[in-house]
């Protein structure tokens, strides 16, 4: 079976300092591992993704994540965090090529103050 | 490509009532999954097509539930006899099984509220 343990139920932060979303997970085979942002009373946005190579992936609006393998990690980044960025992060997991669904972590909520 | 699209938007029922809602996948996708998410939580898997097909269906989807997508395109989800613990966010989601590395792209949502 697979999972995704987000380990906050919060981060605040000030604009303009790097905001970080804690992310680990666990899978049988080769994780795919993704980041979604939700605004209040909306879908899901993907905002990036790991399958395969380089361990540090960009993505939309400046984010960016980096694959740990030997500490099942895949941890959310940004440099300079915007008000705009105030929303729930959600990290989810596939279990590789032959996996059929995402499977996500409980969110962490992202508070950027000005 | 307008997205994926889910309706009605909103649903407040009374408990014991029947509820269906409706989700149209982007267009070229084979692939389309329900998710329920509840308030502060993740998005739990219920269900997950291939074109007509319902290949996978988790614990969650009780008997109450079922899911259909009779031609391949759009998915109705009915939830019967409705209960308190059934208001929830249903999202409704798309991909492309054999092209895509497993992103799926959601709809807005559909929020059932049960009184």
């Known amino acids: 079976a697979q999972s995704v343990a987000q380990p906050e139920d919060q981060v605040n932060v000030a604009e303009g300092n790097p905001l970080t979303v804690k992310c680990t997970y666990s899978v049988s085979g080769n994780p795919y591992l993704f980041w979604y942002v939700q605004y209040p009373n909306r879908g899901l946005q993907f905002l990036l993704k790991y399958i395969t190579g380089d361990n540090l992936v960009k993505g939309s609006y400046g984010f960016e994540a980096e694959f740990n393998k030997s500490q099942t990690s895949f941890h959310l980044k940004k440099p300079s965090a915007l008000v705009s960025d105030s929303a729930l992060y959600f990290c989810?997991?596939?279990?590789?090529?032959?996996?059929?669904?995402?499977?996500f972590g409980g969110g962490t909520r992202v508070l950027v103050k000005p | 490509d307008t997205g994926v699209s889910q309706n009605p938007r909103h649903k407040i029922t009374k408990r014991g009532q029947n509820v269906t809602f409706r989700c149209d996948p982007i267009s070229e996708h084979n692939r389309l999954y329900w998710y329920r998410q509840t308030l502060g939580q993740g998005p739990e898997f219920l269900t997950y097509?291939?074109?007509?097909?319902?290949?996978?269906k988790s614990r969650l989807l009780s008997d109450r539930f079922s899911a259909e997508r009779p031609k391949g395109s759009f998915s109705t989800l009915e939830i019967q006899r409705t209960e308190q613990g059934d208001s929830a966010m249903y999202l409704c989601?798309?991909?492309?099984?054999?092209?895509?590395?497993?992103?799926?792209?959601f709809g807005e949502g559909s929020r059932l509220t049960v009184l």
């Open positions: 097509f291939q074109n007509e097909a319902q290949l996978e």
């Open positions: 989601a798309s991909n492309h099984g054999e092209t895509n590395t497993g992103e799926l792209f």
């Open positions: 989810a997991v596939r279990d590789g090529a032959a996996g059929n669904k995402l499977t």
